[in-house]
């Protein structure tokens, strides 16, 4: 394990990533770890949300808050996101790379703006990531690369182990466990199986679906037998797809949204990757190596994502592509133009660090309203009545969070247990606004309408927040009476 790249991807999380939750997954994920129960997401990340409960039903064990929980599960995650810069170095040292090529694809991991900002989170797409990578690195060294990358060792059995290709298997369980999507991989793995010598390919190929079926099925499993709803939650999801693809289908603003998050992974990176595979696509594509298998699949991916139908949300989803498609070929291009000149060693350097230094600040101050509103939730919500409906923009799910710590722990809230109904945007925003609040209210429910700024992220966001507006306009007799509060 590379230290210093470790060292230098936590240091750009840390001046980068958010000081607490501010993607509308992190919040769910907060809650999930203290109840234990998964989401409504895929299968429900249910490894990360099982390893999270440990870590929540340790930290509660030890006389810890569940509001002191979030800060903790956001260094473990972030620790866990980290490794994949060294990973990414010992990948490229497996595709061939030199030393100083690899340092800098590394580099390019740890630096990256997207990476991060993700990393410093309570997500699953670090970690996966992370997971993804170890898999490629076990999985080249049981095909038999452990030299240059370029040709396997070709004697029947010299390097190959059953216990790497278990493990490569079972690494890439555990990443498809923290993130469904990360199944994709799986081509990788076999691109390496088929760059395998041909003695070898079989073995190779069973070990590894051997350790990945046992990892990727153990967690959905153990949820299946545990969590009743397990199913529901499911079909729930594909429902749930289905209505938000037929909602917002794909435009145009979708395009430039992934063209300003493929540059959010690192604009050095972008440019040296262009130049390699502009110049030197002969040896990206040249099959039967490590770098065709890490490298093409990688590619497909990221040119595919631009289709991705929430790929205006955030450059997370971009992520799995990052070492492939970009770091690795890019770390090839740079390494060849810096040469031996130190000037041009200064330069890559910097063109590496300062999106980082320069990004922290900015980012910071864009996020600095909503983590005001995030902040001030718990002791706003002490005061509201402990059957409202509130509804909320990207604020929402930490009002549900909110909710769930409250009844977690209810000697640490002032107020009555809270049963507070949420009206969030997304999936779940009724066809017919006005008809849910006015239905709130004929139950005699106070209704708590957020309407501050800040609280209210993205063109979709902003048009629920408009409809809510011209709902306070046309009651505008029942807003402050008593039946209606609107924080502004």
Known sequence: MNLPLFVLAVFAALVLGPRGPVYWDSFGYVSQAVTGQVGGLALGRPLFV????????????????????????????????????????????????????????????????????????????????????????????????????????????????????????????AAFGLREQAIAQGLVLALLCAAAPRGRRLALAATMLAGFAIVAAAPVLFVYITQRRYLQLIVGWLHAMRRERSAHPYAWSDLRAYAAWVLALGPCAVAAAIASWTSDWRSLVERRTVLFAVAAPALLQLLLLGGYQDISYSPRYLLPALAGALAIPGAIALDRWIGLSRTRLALAGAALVLPVIVGGPLVHARERAFRTIVDGLPRELANVPHDAVIVSGQACPAIEMVRRLARTDPQSWSGRRPEWQTVCPGWGWPADIDARLDRATSEGRILVLDLRAGAWLGPRQQSARWQVERYVAQRTVAVGGGGVVVWR
């Open 50 to 173: 099982i390893v999270s409960h440990g870590i929540a039903r340790a930290h509660l064990a030890m006389h810890g808050s569940v509001w002191t929980l979030e800060p903790l599960l956001r260094g473990f995650w972030l620790g866990v996101s980290a490794t994949a810069a060294p990973l990414t170095h010992m990948l490229a040292r497996r595709c061939g790379l030199s030393g100083r090529a690899a340092a800098f694809a590394g580099g390019m991991v740890a630096l990256s703006p997207a990476m991060a900002h993700t990393g410093a989170a309570v997500l699953t797409d670090g970690p996966s990531v992370a997971m993804s990578l170890l898999a490629f690195v076990w999985g080249a060294h049981a095909a038999g690369f452990t030299g240059d990358g370029i040709e396997p060792d070709p004697r029947p059995n010299a390097t190959f182990s059953w216990r790497y290709g278990v493990a490569s298997g079972a690494a890439l369980g």
